[in-house]
């Protein structure tokens, strides 16, 4: 369930509204420390939300469907951006960004106020997992797709840590919880009357 300012629910009431897609990218200088931070949206010149500024790609930002699926299974994503954008281009090949973070979210474009309504709402957070440039023929248009896959897919991978003192000891070394728990399975536990010769 998506949660909305009165703001946002009254522009939509009133049907004057149209989405907009946001990208945001935290991408690393090549030393591996500098943050790069990098936005885009599908709309003309640059916008700044909150911290974050974004710089509008118009209708050069493909999304695919974000799509929740009952299996439990977690999917990606691909992101088109025009490889000829002058911050597209900055981003894939002045910076770092296997393995960073990304965001998608969805934006509520006020065609009154001509204006975005906050806050942003965040549909995708994950990372770029790979980056294809797609050189093409004469005549035809260049692209950088990014695929992403959801920060999610970490609950999906098995672990080979097991419930044991020293496990434990490596995140609290003071907690000695399962340093007694083989011998509690063996213990009586007396409910409601008093212990056989106590």
């Known amino acids: 369930m998506l949660s909305l300012t009165g703001a946002q629910i009254t522009a939509l009431a009133s049907g004057r509204v149209k989405r907009r897609t946001f990208i945001w990218c935290e991408a690393l200088d090549f030393d591996g420390v500098t943050p790069a931070n ?12 909150g911290p974050r500024t974004y710089y509008g790609s118009g209708n050069l930002i493909q999304v695919n469907t974000l799509s929740a699926k009952s299996d439990m299974s977690i999917p990606g994503i691909q992101i088109t951006l025009s490889a000829i954008q002058t911050e597209a281009v900055s981003l894939l090949r002045g910076f770092m960004l296997a393995q960073r973070p ?23 957070i994950g990372k770029v997992d790979a980056v294809e440039i797609h050189t093409p023929e004469a005549g035809s248009t260049s692209a950088v797709v990014l695929t992403c896959e959801s920060t999610s897919r970490a609950l999906t991978i098995s672990r080979t840590e097991t419930r044991s003192p020293s496990s434990l000891a490596q995140r609290t070394p003071g907690d000695e919880f399962y340093k007694f728990t083989s011998g509690v399975s063996e213990q009586a536990v007396y409910f409601g009357r008093a212990r056989p010769g106590g």
């Open 38 to 49: 990098t936005g885009f949206w599908d709309d003309v010149g640059p916008v700044t939300i």
């Open 102 to 124: 990304i965001e998608v979210a969805l934006g509520i474009y006020d065609l009154a106020t001509d204006l975005i309504l906050p806050p942003l709402v965040r549909r995708f």
